[in-house]
């Protein structure tokens, strides 16, 4: 059963203090929304082959897996204007090395070497989530704050905004200007959102904020659980140790993301490359936005509905829609068919994403969330790795419809996962899920 609340998203809007860091963090977002498909774009049209712009979109996701978590844990204990400025700085660097590598057409070794400092890119989607849920549950909304699935709805309706726009800019930029345009711009949109973060210091999480008192014990005990020993969440707040290790929910979700990141980078190279093959480069742009938005519209609608159903159930049913939407990749042999399976799939995308950060939630401490959500886009990331590689090499040695055949396998990980692990994730977000509905009560 669910019950439809068309006004839910107007206490959102009501939250101007909100404005800023949600502007700066959806200009960072451009930035992100824009590495895997705009680095292989901007590398084959310098003349490069397709397995070496796979290769550098691949090291751009396996740096940012190894890399962003730790930036994360490093937020949650410092503070976001702490550790950000730092952050962007080497990933600008990486840019840089990478744009003017491309514009010399220089050697190959040096695109890696770029690729790798991007990927200290600190997580926006994890910072505005973290920054909303500490104004949400710190009390300083009072009874106009939002409820917590709204407020992830509202998010990912943002991050839909910069899927849809981002990557067809920079395929745009990099068509009619210069290959390196596009990516300049985003590096630009990035910049600037960092800048404006920094500045945002009234809504910028305590490190080691918790909720208030008449929560505050049960919380610990959740905390204490998740690390597996008394006493492991620290006074202070600040982790020990990453949630990926102590935390079972996290790494189910980290799973069923890296299978999305997997089929989804392959998609998106495959894309790019049956564009090429019809001499239209603009095609994959065209798809891009015109599934961003379905998506995006999906989510907003998704955002709405109060569905009574567990959220472990939820995410299965999420999960099986988005595999086997996506598995019709398989049937794709021209251009109206592969627009067909990205809107498909586009429409299952949103609720699997809102679902997966309300469990996220739900099973981590308050002081961990930024650390938490990072390490699901990291799965994504870390999928993300090898999908661009193995796409590149399929696209090389046997055409671009072969790449797409084998995403179809892999977009099947995702509702497999979720079904085996089903009771995983009922018995690690429990506890946090009694916090939170007291919260949502009150």
Known sequence: MAAVSPGVYKKILRVRAAYPFDIACLLMRFFGSM??????????LSGYSFLTAGLASSLIALSIFVVTPRV???????????????AAAVSLAGLVVLVANVALHGPVWPLFVGALLVGFYPSPQAMARARWTYLIRSGRLGKEAPDLRTMFSYESVLDDMAFIFSPSISIALAAAIVPTAGMIAGGVAFAVGVVLLCASKSTEPVPGWSAPAGDAAVAGEVAAEMEGEPGA?????????????????????????????????????????????????DFAGAVLMASGAVSMIVGFLFGMVRLRAPLPKQLVVAACAVGLAFGTMFFIDSAPSLMAVALLGAATYSPLLIVANGVCERAVPDARLTEAITWLNAGYTCGAAFGPTAAGAIIDLLGTMASFKLGSLLCLGMPITALLCYRIVKRNILPAYTVVEKRDLE
Do not use: C
Request: aromatic residues 6%; charged residues 20%; without cysteine.
């Open 35 to 44: 590495l895997n498909i705009g680095v292989v774009t901007m590398i084959t």
């Open 72 to 86: 994360s844990k490093r937020i949650d204990e410092r503070g976001q204007s702490a550790v950000v400025p730092k």
């Open 233 to 281: 969440l620290p006074e202070d707040g600040a982790p020990k140790r990453s949630l990926l290790a102590t935390s079972a929910a996290v790494r189910v979700l980290f799973v069923i993301y890296a299978f999305a990141g997997a089929f989804l980078g392959l998609f998106d190279t495959a894309t790019v490359s049956l564009s090429e093959d019809l001499h239209s480069p």
